[in-house]
């Protein structure tokens, strides 16, 4: 683990509030596949045997027995139907959060207007903003509506990613991303779906109204399981990765 915040810790592809017990994830995007399929685009299904995998590490590595497991929006991806793949594996990673915690909490992201059609479990609730003390939680897609008392504020919605290269192939990586926003400490989760890598925030158009400073956000690169590399501020970045090599 690697602390990004005082009391928040990067552990692999979530952020782990260290004293409430609270692990935080975003943007699985489960039915992916289905959706791609349908669309006349075959992709392997692996994505869940992958993220069930990756998570038990996850938990294994806390050790402990959580408070509450927080995912920060789009943990299916159809915007408009619920596809078969969604319901088996929307309720089986559920199945899985309930063996660490009593407690889940939903965050609605863009994806997600027939979620509560699909999760219906004790334990579980659904809601568009969570707080908790300093922190406020949210999927990012849009600007929140009321004036945030929080210091911090922790998104997904962006996929964030940044691209190495050594001068032969260039790759993208998952990345937490870590700024500012309205005076606000603001943090970018990575997208846990397996398949897709993101957004190359040093390049690419940006989806999340929040990020209206980007060059001055900092990047940390988790280019494989449980491992974190700081690459200081994004407006740096093309100096940095050029020759990189891992």
Known sequence: MQQIYPGLSIIDLGLYLEKEKILVFSDFHFGYEEAMARSGVLIPRYQFKDTEERLEKIFEKIGEKLNAIVITGDLKHEFGTINRQEWRDVNAI???FNKYTNKIILLKGNHDPLL?????RKGLTIKNTYGIKKILMMHGDILPTKEVKQDVIIIGH???????SDGITTEKVKS????KWNGKTIIVLPSFNIITEGTNVVSDKLLSPFLTDIQNFEAYAIPEFDKVMYFGKIKDLHLKIKGFQY
């Open 116 to 120: 509560p059609s699909i999760v219906k």
């Open 94 to 96: 559920l199945n899985l």
């Open 158 to 164: 962006e996929h964030p990613a940044i691209s190495l």
């Open 176 to 179: 937490f991303i870590i700024g």
